[in-house]
């Protein structure tokens, strides 16, 4: 399988987190207002030309630029983060998740590792998004514990940062490392507590519903599963707050093959993930309660 939708949710340019809110956002570079002071004129001009390579798809073009301007200011965090990431999309988009790298895919990713670690080095708040990259490339080397510890570190930074949204990221990326580990109770452990912090993230409960059945507890893992279906249910009056629901018929369906995450997780979690779907009856349908207001205890 190409990893050009790696997110491990594995893929730098991609960096899906599957949730009822949105179906996935794609990670855009550090923008030039992240400077903590303002470049010099030509220097703002470059960055500019380097952030619209990228949105429009030219990462060579834009990975140029960054080369250039960590020449020219080679201090800058953010330049080496942008420029690692560039280097991380063109590496694994050549490149297979589950098979260790070769040639110019090898080249690129291990020049993404050393830029991504430079950028952590320099001075200057921890960068959970550059964390997240550089274990997205650790993992497409098959570094694991590499994987672990970046992953763990993004967490950290963005819990730091209060931004519980992306801090979901990184955690359901580490919580499927850990399958690569062997340390499936590790993976349980994290799936679990990420759906406490954050209850409305699909492919949580996807995971889950995997690790369940992997684990010998295929009830659990039904239950796991229909809540990726469960839609919210509007109040007909308009007055009453909607019935909580995450899911829905799109995810339903979505999430009915493997395929919804192939390519994003990592290998030992999407054969648990495959195992567990095919185990189930494929005329089956998810339970939803979807009753009427009326009809609700």
Aim: glycine content about 8%; aromatic content about 6%.
């Amino acid at each position: 399988m190409q990893s050009k939708a790696l997110v491990l949710c594995l893929h730098a340019a991609c960096a899906l987190t599957l949730t009822r809110r949105s179906l996935g956002a794609g990670l855009a570079l550090r923008p030039l207002a992240a400077f903590a002071a303002p470049p010099q004129a030509d220097e703002a001009a470059a960055v500019d030309a380097a952030l619209r390579s990228f949105n429009r798809g030219d990462y060579g073009g834009a990975l140029e630029a960054w080369v250039r301007l960590t020449a020219l200011a080679p201090e800058s965090a953010l330049y080496w983060s942008n420029r690692g990431t560039c280097e991380l999309i063109l590496g694994s988009n050549s490149a297979t998740l589950g098979a260790r790298p070769t040639g110019e895919p090898l080249r690129l990713l291990e020049a993404a590792v050393a830029s991504l670690e430079r950028a952590d080095g320099l001075p200057g708040p921890t960068d959970a998004l550059a964390l997240n990259n550089l274990g997205n490339a650790k993992a497409v080397l098959l570094d694991w514990p590499g994987a672990a510890l970046a992953y763990d570190a993004s967490d950290a930074a963005a819990t730091a940062a209060r931004d519980r949204a992306f801090a979901s990221l990184p955690a359901l990326n580490r919580a499927c490392v850990a399958l690569e580990l062997g340390e499936p109770e590790d993976a349980a452990r994290r799936t679990a507590t990420l759906l406490r912090r954050d209850p409305n993230i699909i492919d949580g409960h996807a995971l889950e519903a995997a690790l369940k059945y992997r684990a010998g507890d295929a009830t659990g893992a039904e239950a796991a599963y229909a809540k990726v279906c469960v839609p919210a249910v509007g109040s007909p009056d308009g007055f009453r707050a909607p019935k909580p629901g995450i899911g829905g018929t799109e995810f339903c369906e979505f999430y009915a093959s493997a395929d919804a995450v192939r390519g994003r997780w990592t290998p030992t979690a999407v054969d648990a993930y495959a195992t567990f779907l095919a185990s189930r009856d494929t005329r089956a349908r998810v339970a939803a309660d979807t009753r009427p207001f009326g009809e609700l205890p």
